[in-house]
């Protein structure tokens, strides 16, 4: 089944393409190149198809606390690259990061006061993490081989 992701979603992130399977799968073109960032995509990606295959409420609840949990780390290691890296794009960056943890932790919220259609759920944790990873990590990967072509996670270590 394909659905089209809302004008907004697109907008924001600016999506080329009209739709996204309501599955997702890991593509290699979601890599950035940076091995720490790419697993812990790898990762989220995981999480979200935990919570798009939640068959009840209290699945769907403990998958969505991980997404959280997971989001929040997963933010926490990219900041630290960019700070690592005097990335130029850090205060925008940064920004999208506290827009999405607030857009994260009211899904959640409306995930527990079952507020949210399937529908719902599959287009804000598909059109999210997908956006965030084809705009605003595809700009860092950027950078990061640009003025470190040498660089590696482990530096993070």
Not at 24 to 44: F, M, V
């Amino acid at each position: 089944m394909v659905k089209s992701i809302p004008f907004e979603v697109r907008l924001v992130y600016g999506i080329q393409f009209e739709s996204l399977p309501m599955k997702l799968d890991w593509k290699d073109s979601y890599k950035t190149g940076e091995a720490g960032i790419d697993r812990q995509h790898q990762g989220l990606f995981d999480d979200v198809a935990k919570v798009l295959a939640a068959e009840d409420r209290d699945a769907l609840l403990l998958c969505t606390m991980a997404l959280v949990r997971n989001t929040q780390a997963h933010f926490e290691y990219e900041e630290k690259v960019m700070r690592r890296i005097v990335y130029p794009g850090i205060a925008e960056h940064f920004k999208e990061h506290t827009d999405l943890m607030g857009k994260v932790t009211a899904f959640s919220e409306r995930v527990a006061n079952e507020t949210l259609s399937q529908a719902d759920i599959e287009e804000f944790v598909i059109g999210w993490l997908v956006g965030h990873i084809k705009s605003f990590d595809a700009k860092l990967a950027t950078y990061i081989w640009s003025f470190y072509p040498n660089w590696n996670d482990g530096l993070l270590k």
